[in-house]
């Protein structure tokens, strides 16, 4: 099953940096699309937007640069609007691409990022001092392209800004002369093919709705008060209607019609709310993909399956149905949400038999799993064998795998209405 049919993939390039000492200096990141190695760009505000957005909530600050810093370049258009601020002076270094012209609101935008403590690069300069002599006291780095620049002109560019005492970034150097030329002139940093090609980091891209979810899911699982879960649905308004439909078509009262939000949670009542919150944070990655869709109706079925299974197992011995239905649900997160379920089961509390089932397929709830996989792939053997272990009658199987087909149709149905 492909990873990328099911979700949004994001790209973000990246290239080390090293120092005189072969160490890693910083990354340079870079702006990709569909896994090419290789720039797109069209406007280059939207591509530096795009960066920030894919390191800091898609690929993720901690993967991308760790404690390295990185450089992003920085167009006119950004420089100037005041989003620049949102990146944070420890973990950036904003790389002033040479497409920026040399006014007097550049200068004084310069200034002030200085002033709050930014550190600035000079992107491909070639040695125009008379353009860029009002900028280069403020800068921090400046990076120059041994592709575009040599011989005599690269010896006299670098001797004056060694003079000034800025720091000087060698890039796209591709040779081993090229390194060698670069020590010998001086510069204190290294960046090419030489050393390290770019690399393509990728990660799928999680609902933006997924933290809130999370958080009114462990709300109710902890027991939380329904003032509580209501001001964590409240802000979220497509939530609030999705919950107000439901509790419409499946609440307690079908004589009295919900309109409003706290109605809807107690009409809806505990554990119906944690089944439908548990489900629309799989649906909502299905909802624009049919082929997903499909995949969720897979996952609604199996857990459906292994929560009837489990009810009549507590009947005889022990069990919990909505942990059997949960680990049914979650055993698809990496098709449907783009995460293993020990990362999401990280945020809930008491979720260890869950956890067990998932990760080593032990316990009753990894014996349901185990049960229910085997039934889907037509695995007899397989089956008879969990069989000898939780002696499920064949009848029982039967209008469980019946019922739990049917009841995912509704859910299926009910959601291509409410699903936000």
Not at 32 to 38: I, V
Request: hydrophobic share 45%.
């Amino acid at each position: 099953m492909s990873s990328e049919s099911l979700s949004e993939v994001v790209f973000l390039g990246r290239q080390a940096i090293f120092d005189r000492n072969d160490r890693l200096f910083a990354y340079e990141l870079l702006f990709r699309t569909a896994g090419k190695n290789e720039a797109d760009i069209a406007n280059d505000s939207h591509a530096t937007a795009q960066v920030i957005i894919n390191t800091m909530t898609g690929v993720g600050m901690e993967r991308v640069l760790g404690n390295i810093p990185g450089l992003i370049n920085i167009g006119e258009e950004f420089l100037m609007n005041d989003l620049v601020f949102l990146l944070s002076t420890d973990h950036f270094v904003l790389e002033i691409l040479e497409t920026v012209p040399v006014t007097e609101k550049v200068i004084a935008r310069c200034q002030e990022l200085k002033q709050r403590g930014y550190r600035l690069a000079l992107d491909d300069y070639a040695g125009d001092l008379t353009t860029w002599e009002p900028l280069l006291p403020l800068m921090d780095f400046v990076k120059v392209d041994f592709q575009k620049v040599g011989g005599d002109d690269l010896v006299t560019l670098a001797n004056t800004l060694l003079e000034r005492k800025i720091p000087l970034v060698a890039e796209k150097v591709e040779s081993p002369e090229q390194q060698a030329l670069a020590m010998s002139l001086g510069f204190s940093y290294f960046q090419g093919f030489f050393f390290s090609r770019p690399i393509v980091l990728e990660s799928r891209k999680r609902d933006p709705l997924y933290p809130a979810l999370m958080r009114i899911l462990s709300l109710i699982l902890s027991d939380g008060e329904i003032g509580e879960i209501h001001d964590a649905v409240k802000p979220h308004i497509d939530l609030s209607i999705s919950l107000i439909k439901i509790a419409n078509v499946v609440g307690r009262s079908p004589v009295t019609k919900v309109t409003g939000l706290r109605q809807a949670i107690i009409s809806l009542g505990r554990g119906q709310m944690k089944r439908w919150i548990e489900l629309l944070l799989f649906s909502r990655a299905s909802s624009e993909n049919r082929y997903a869709m499909n995949v969720f109706g897979l996952a609604v079925t199996r857990a459906r399956f292994m929560e009837i299974l489990s009810d009549e197992w507590i009947r005889k011995e022990r069990g919990d149905s909505d942990q059997a239905f949960m680990t049914g649900m979650l055993s698809f997160s990496e098709s449907l949400l783009g995460c293993p379920a020990e990362e999401i089961l990280q945020d809930l509390p008491a979720m260890a038999e869950v956890k067990e089932a998932l990760k080593d397929g032990t316990g009753f709830l990894g014996m349901l799993l185990a049960l229910s996989r085997s039934i889907e792939h037509s695995d007899g053997p397989e089956m008879e064998k969990i069989l000898s272990k939780v002696p499920f009658p064949e009848e029982v199987i039967a209008i469980a795998l019946s019922e739990s087909m049917f009841w995912a149709d509704d859910i299926v149905r009910t959601f291509s209405l409410t699903n936000p």
